[in-house]
Every structure is written in structure tokens, then in C-alpha cells.
């Protein structure tokens, strides 16, 4: 056979340097956004069980965590908030005092470049633990925005860089944009969970962030994982709305949706990389059973090929320093 018959692509990866200059994906350590858990209290930095190596701080122990973040070269953060008090309505998250308004003043004042993300939800601060208002069992979305949008507009006011709402109720995007707009934060963008499915792989953050439901579930507002096309709703109506980037959520069962929203949206696609995609490979490493380091950098580069400009990881750190070390 010669070179009329058959193509030789193993010419491209004949030497590692040849495989560098070829090679369509890198990952940067901009590219991420680490999560941070904060909770109320002093004193506290307690080790998530279901996720090795992931913390809850108080405030008086976060300076360590974020200086990390900074010495590594990762640009943003997302905030969690873990708050001591719950009730009916969320209060706490929409206090000027609440966990996450704190956080955020505390870690501006000291790091006024880091751009600080607020998760904008109720689930953590709602006794229930439901995104949004309960009324006999039912989740009740109109009630819910304005409640979301007084959260958003404090998150602001504590000085906040991007507003991340995660609550899927219908009409949020608008709700915050106008309560920002109103509140004079047009320049505060919002980076809406655009398409995010109610999935399994949650779990270990509802233990992190004390969020399960106490009943029911999140399906009548998160998405079906079986479903494109209402993907591609959701994520058209954000865009509408007024969102500035869109995320798709969770990313490694879902880097066909990945793909698809950054082929029809001219925004940056964040891939959220969740809590159960994280545990399932420390808990593998742990057992020895695979290559954390390589397994990792693969994944994150597989949801950059399928198209996010950024991914929310709680590898950020991990892969600061792997890259590095390169
Ligand atoms: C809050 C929220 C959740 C996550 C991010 N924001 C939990 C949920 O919707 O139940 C999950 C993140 C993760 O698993 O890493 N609404």
C-alpha cells in the first residue's frame, strides 16, 4: 500500500513537540472559577465529607483560602453561602448582614481584583430547601423573583462582581436584571444557570451547602436530563432576558448540550463541573484505581473542546498548580 491508498495521520503525533503545535485545546488557569463555601460562625474550616479536599470556612479563617486562590493565578471565585439561621422566606439571603454580603465585603476590601461571583438561590437559607417560595407543597415562581432580585441587588451592594442566579425559576434573568438595573448595577452582568438539569450529581453539594429539599424534589423547575430541545429553550429565553453568559449544568453528562448552546449563543459558555463529578474522582484516586491528575485535565480540556469558554471546578486550585508544574 502507499500514500495513494491511506492517509498517515500518526505523522502529526510522530514527537511530543509535533503534537504541541497541533494540538486544538489548552487549558488556561483563567479558565476557572473555584467555588468557596462560607458559613457562619467562627472558627470553622470543616472538610466536607463527600468531597475531599473542599472546605466550609467562617470568615475568620477565609483569608487562607482566598489568598490561595489568588497566589495561584485563578481570576474568579463563587460564593456559597452555608447560613446559621433558616426560615420560610430565605431572609438570610437577602440580608445585609447574610453570610455571602459578608464575604464578599470582606474579600473585596482585601482583594478589590479578584472577581467574586455570587451564587444568587434561596435553597440554602430557606428552611424547606427549595429554590424558591413554598405554598402547600407547590414552588411558586412569580413570589420567588422578587425575592431573587432583592438577593441579587444586595449581593451588588456588598460588592459582588457577577451575579450567578441558580434557582430556574421562570422569568429570574429579567426579574434580576431589571432589580439590578433599578438599583443602579447596569454594570453588574449576570451569568445565569441557563440550562441546569435536576440531577443526580448534586449530592455532595446539598451536604456542603446543607441544601437538600426537605420533600419532594427540584423536578418541576430543574430540567428533564433527557431533554435537547428544552435546553436550547432555556437558554434562548436567558439570552432574551438579558444574561451575559450562560451556564450549562452539570458539564460531563451533558457536553452535547455544551455544544450546542455555544453554537447558537455568541455569549461565553461556562461548563459548571459539579460536586458529584469532582467526588467520583477523588473517590477513584483515593482507591488508587485511576490517575487523578491526568483523568482531571482531560475532562476539563474535553468541556473546553465541546465548547465552554469557562468552567466552575472545584479542581481550580488542583489544575493552577498542575499547569503550573508544566
Ligand atoms: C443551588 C445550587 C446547587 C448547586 C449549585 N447551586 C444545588 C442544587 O440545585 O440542588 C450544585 C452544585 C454542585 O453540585 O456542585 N441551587
Same mark, same amino acid.
Given at each position: 500500500?502507499?500514500?495513494?491508498?491511506?492517509?498517515?495521520?500518526?505523522? =502529526?503525533?510522530?514527537?511530543?513537540?509535533?503534537?504541541?503545535?497541533?494540538?486544538?485545546?489548552?487549558?488556561?488557569?483563567?479558565?476557572?472559577?473555584?467555588?468557596?463555601? #462560607? %458559613?457562619?460562625?467562627?472558627?470553622?474550616?470543616?472538610? #466536607?465529607?463527600s468531597?475531599?479536599? #473542599?472546605?466550609?470556612?467562617?470568615?475568620? /479563617?477565609?483569608?487562607?483560602?482566598?489568598?490561595?486562590?489568588?497566589?495561584?493565578?485563578?481570576?474568579? @471565585?463563587?460564593?456559597f453561602g452555608v447560613p446559621a439561621e433558616k426560615d420560610e422566606v430565605g431572609s438570610s439571603a437577602?440580608?445585609?448582614?447574610? @453570610?455571602? +454580603?459578608?464575604?464578599? /465585603? +470582606?474579600?473585596?476590601?482585601?482583594?478589590?481584583?479578584?472577581?467574586? @461571583?455570587?451564587d444568587t438561590c434561596l435553597c440554602q437559607f430557606t428552611d424547606h430547601g427549595h429554590c424558591g417560595v413554598v405554598h402547600d407543597g407547590e414552588i411558586i415562581n412569580d413570589e420567588s423573583l422578587?425575592l431573587l432580585?432583592?438577593t441579587?441587588?444586595? +449581593?451588588?451592594? &456588598?460588592?459582588?462582581? @457577577?451575579?450567578?442566579p441558580s434557582n430556574m425559576m421562570d422569568?429570574f434573568?429579567?426579574?434580576? /436584571? +431589571?432589580?439590578?438595573?433599578? &438599583?443602579?448595577?447596569?454594570?453588574?452582568?449576570?451569568? $445565569?444557570y441557563?440550562?441546569k438539569y435536576a440531577s443526580a450529581f448534586y449530592g455532595p453539594f446539598r451536604d456542603a451547602a446543607h441544601s437538600s429539599p426537605k420533600s419532594g424534589d427540584r423536578k418541576t423547575y430543574q430540567m428533564d436530563p433527557?431533554?435537547? =430541545?428544552?435546553? =436550547?429553550?432555556?437558554?434562548?429565553?436567558?439570552?432574551?432576558?438579558?444574561?451575559?453568559?450562560?451556564?450549562?449544568k452539570? &458539564?460531563?453528562?451533558? =457536553?452535547?448540550?455544551?455544544?450546542?448552546?455555544?453554537?447558537?449563543?455568541?455569549?461565553?459558555?461556562?461548563?459548571?463541573?459539579v460536586s458529584g463529578?469532582? $467526588?467520583?474522582?477523588? !473517590?477513584?484516586?483515593?482507591? !488508587?484505581?485511576?490517575?487523578?491528575?491526568? *483523568? *482531571?485535565?482531560? %475532562?476539563?480540556?474535553?468541556? %473546553? /473542546?465541546?465548547? &465552554?469558554?469557562?468552567?466552575?471546578?472545584?479542581?481550580?486550585?488542583?489544575?493552577?498548580?498542575?499547569?503550573?508544574?508544566?
Amino acid at each position: 500500500m502507499n500514500e495513494q491508498q491511506f492517509r498517515r495521520h500518526r505523522r =502529526l503525533r510522530r514527537t511530543a513537540s509535533m503534537r504541541k503545535i497541533v494540538r486544538e485545546t489548552y487549558l488556561h488557569k483563567e479558565d476557572f472559577i473555584y467555588p468557596i463555601f #462560607v %458559613k457562619e460562625g467562627t472558627n470553622i474550616k470543616n472538610e #466536607v465529607p463527600s468531597m475531599p479536599g #473542599v472546605y466550609q470556612w467562617s470568615l475568620d /479563617r477565609l483569608e487562607d483560602e482566598v489568598n490561595d486562590v489568588v497566589r495561584l493565578g485563578i481570576e474568579s @471565585i463563587i460564593l456559597f453561602g452555608v447560613p446559621a439561621e433558616k426560615d420560610e422566606v430565605g431572609s438570610s439571603a437577602y440580608d445585609h448582614n447574610g @453570610i455571602v +454580603q459578608q464575604a464578599t /465585603r +470582606q474579600i473585596k476590601e482585601k482583594h478589590p481584583e479578584l472577581t467574586v @461571583i455570587a451564587d444568587t438561590c434561596l435553597c440554602q437559607f430557606t428552611d424547606h430547601g427549595h429554590c424558591g417560595v413554598v405554598h402547600d407543597g407547590e414552588i411558586i415562581n412569580d413570589e420567588s423573583l422578587s425575592l431573587l432580585a432583592k438577593t441579587a441587588v444586595s +449581593q451588588a451592594e &456588598a460588592g459582588a462582581d @457577577i451575579i450567578a442566579p441558580s434557582n430556574m425559576m421562570d422569568g429570574f434573568v429579567a426579574a434580576i /436584571r +431589571q432589580g439590578l438595573d433599578e &438599583a443602579g448595577f447596569e454594570n453588574i452582568p449576570i451569568m $445565569s444557570y441557563a440550562v441546569k438539569y435536576a440531577s443526580a450529581f448534586y449530592g455532595p453539594f446539598r451536604d456542603a451547602a446543607h441544601s437538600s429539599p426537605k420533600s419532594g424534589d427540584r423536578k418541576t423547575y430543574q430540567m428533564d436530563p433527557a431533554n435537547r =430541545l428544552e435546553a =436550547l429553550r432555556e437558554a434562548q429565553s436567558d439570552v432574551d432576558e438579558g444574561a451575559d453568559f450562560l451556564i450549562v449544568k452539570p &458539564a460531563l453528562s451533558y =457536553l452535547d448540550i455544551i455544544r450546542d448552546v455555544k453554537e447558537r449563543h455568541p455569549y461565553p459558555i461556562v461548563a459548571y463541573n459539579v460536586s458529584g463529578e469532582y $467526588s467520583m474522582i477523588k !473517590g477513584a484516586a483515593q482507591n !488508587g484505581w485511576i490517575n487523578e491528575k491526568e *483523568v *482531571v485535565l482531560e %475532562k476539563l480540556t474535553s468541556m %473546553k /473542546r465541546a465548547g &465552554a469558554d469557562l468552567i466552575l471546578t472545584y479542581f481550580a486550585k488542583d489544575v493552577a498548580k498542575w499547569l503550573e508544574e508544566k
